[in-house]
């Protein structure tokens, strides 16, 4: 087992940290999967304790043996329904299995799949992309996720979230009065109408009151042609929070 891989700071870290002495280590950079249909869900739903480095490094497991491998992770504490988890199965064996994945691996598949330039759903990409570690009604989890819902960050420009989405997040921050030293993992595989769309749907859910003038994915994509590190990032929301 490679040691030198980042567990985040979660509950799973937290309590193997005292019996296995991880190493605090930089998170590695950002970790592409194949394309393919529920790749998505894997991003989101395999980063919450450590990078995607374990699961890219699993790739050649038979089916069998990834279905064991999400029991095991199940025993850690993921918590995942019956469906996503036939999802991710179905992923894993497909794009990370014994077997070249299909040629077909870019046609577009399955519900959430969009054909470039449609209209992005941002409550569907929330859900799937998002919900595992800020909850399903953007309240977060105190001292670790921060909440969404009633984030008076969101408002203040729309640029912060979506650079927060492209290139992820890493350094100490306030928000709602709770302090978090996580890190949030890039989202930089999603599309530009998926994350401006996510975007425009947390400034505005849960009654949060939107700010000024909503994001497109034109605009998106004019911030990913400039590359920042997720503490880039932090340094931009720092100068941010304190100027307002
Ligand atoms: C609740 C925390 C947690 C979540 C969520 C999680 N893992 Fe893990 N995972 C761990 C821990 C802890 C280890 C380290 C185990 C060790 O080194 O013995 C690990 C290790 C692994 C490994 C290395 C091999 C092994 O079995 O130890 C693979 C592969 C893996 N995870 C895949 C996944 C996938 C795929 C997902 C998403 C479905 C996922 N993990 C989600 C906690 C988690
Ligand atoms: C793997 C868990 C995880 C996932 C999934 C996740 N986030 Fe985060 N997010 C975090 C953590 C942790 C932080 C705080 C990072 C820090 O402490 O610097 C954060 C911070 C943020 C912030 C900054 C909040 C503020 O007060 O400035 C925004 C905005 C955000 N996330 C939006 C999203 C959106 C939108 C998605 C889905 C596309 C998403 N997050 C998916 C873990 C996650």
């Known amino acids: 087992m490679n040691r030198a891989i980042a567990l985040r700071d979660c509950a799973a870290r937290v309590a193997l940290a005292a019996a296995l002495a991880w190493p605090a280590v930089a998170q590695a950079a950002g970790i592409t999967l194949p394309p393919g249909p529920g790749a998505n869900l894997v991003y989101a739903r395999c980063q919450t304790c450590h990078d995607l480095q374990y699961v890219v ?26 469906d996503d988890e ?47 570690c800020h909850g399903p009604e953007g309240a977060g989890q105190a001292g670790i996720y921060p909440a969404l819902a009633g984030n008076a960050d969101l408002a203040k420009d729309a640029g912060l979230p979506a650079r927060v989405v492209l ?9 709602g009065g709770a302090s978090y030293s996580g890190t949030m993992p890039s989202f930089g595989h999603l599309g530009d109408a998926e994350i401006a769309a996510v975007v425009n749907y947390v400034r505005s859910a849960w009654g949060n009151a939107g700010g000024a003038g909503s994001i497109d994915a034109k605009a998106v994509a004019a911030l990913r042609a400039h590359p920042l590190s997720s503490a880039d990032v932090h340094a931009y929301r720092a100068a941010l929070v304190s100027a307002n």
């Not at 077997?99 to 330039?117: D, E, I, S, V």
């Open 57 to 82: 490094d699993a790739k050649g497991l038979l089916p069998a043996q990834w279905k064991s491998t999400l029991a095991g992770m199940k025993d850690y504490g993921l918590t995942i329904s019956a």
């Open 86 to 132: 036939a999802a991710i199965l179905a992923y894993l064996t497909t794009y990370l299995g014994p077997n070249p994945p299909p040629a077909t691996a870019l046609a577009p598949a399955g519900p959430g799949a969009q054909a470039p330039g449609a209209a992005a759903n941002g409550r569907h990409v929330f859900e799937e992309n998002c919900s595992a």
């Open 167 to 175: 290139f992820g997040l890493a350094g100490p921050i306030e928000a």
